[in-house]
């Protein structure tokens, strides 16, 4: 640890958001651009080293979190750099979208705020950008084996580059158009702009990825076929199988899943088309579900313009301290989250009665009436 005392000396202090009434008329990312390299490697020093780092446990990756947050606070960028893409494939989309459950399992997280490590993590993945840190890594040679992937989500990709990577022939199937998965056409731009993906998928194609994009398993060739073809099948799909609503009056019109309205916004940004037929424009709007893709539909219908915004969570409105019997540290612990789209939602007053949460706690549909 560069600073012993960082963590007594130094505030949690996080990547600044932009201004609700600028960003919500764009889809730019909600974060105030090239605010957070000054700060990350006053907040990286806030990392003690700890004996047992339990964010690495907490993390699903396994990233190596103490030991990119002393490079970072040394500033050691391209040590840093090859520290995480050592266990992440994609840092800068993980350091958008993932909820930290390492920040939970900080230690530092017993009695004071965590450590900002998601915010570190990004920092890492887009100096490497600038710096040049990430080139291509096409492999020396070729094992003769080949390997179709089927999907190209994040699991898809990550697992295409590996095994490029590791001398295959590889060739990623996607029914869409375009390649990216969810985070094409389900993440919102707000959160991550897609020149991020593009990027990424460049270098991908530089290492020897081949993509083949409308073209469905199942439809337009056969999974037989499929195997046949090659050495090897990555099953990497599920993004659009969604959890389906079986209560009376499901099929009324105007009632739609989240992955049938987040792609079409996102097909506006992308300049497919000029308006989505699932617009909110004007209207009153019901989110069924308090997770982070109701959270995700609630920030594109502001934009969108919509009438007013209800986002109903079936849980219950939790504290804002941790509870230490049901979640103790280094659990990821249920506490009141406002995400950039509920602080939109209430500083533009959509939700019901001018309520400064667009959330209703508790709140389980039984039914829906025309």
Known sequence: MADPKGFLTTPRQEWPRRPVE???????????PGALLPIIEAQADRCMDCGVPFCHEACPLGNLIPEWNELVSRDDWRAASDRLHATNNFPEFTGRLCPAPCEAGCVLAINQPAVTIKNVEVAIADRAWQDGLAPPRPPDRLSGATVAVVGSGPAGLAA?????RAGHTVAVFERDDRPGGLMRYGIPSFKMEKRH????????????????????VGRDIGAAELRARYDAVVLAVGATAWRELEVPGRELTGIVQAMEYLPLANRVCE?????????????????????????DCLGTAVREGAASV???DIYGQPGSERDELAEPWPTYPKIYRLSAAHEEAGELRTA?????????????????EG
Do not use: C, M
Not at 22 to 32: G, I, K, L, N, P
């Open 271 to 295: 300049g497919d088309i000029d308006a989505s037929p699932l617009s909110a424009a004007g209207k009153h709007v019901v989110i069924v579900g308090g997770g982070d893709t109701g959270a």
């Open 197 to 216: 993906l593009d990027r990424r998928l460049a270098q991908l194609r530089e290492e020897g990825v081949r993509f083949r994009t409308s073209t469905e």
């Open 352 to 368: 019901p009665a001018a309520d400064a949460d667009a959330r209703l706690f508790a709140a389980s549909t039984l039914r829906f």
């Open 310 to 312: 209800t986002q109903l």
């Open 22 to 32: 600028e960003r919500v008329h764009d889809w730019a990312e909600v974060y105030v």
């Open 160 to 164: 295409a580059q590996q095994l490029t």
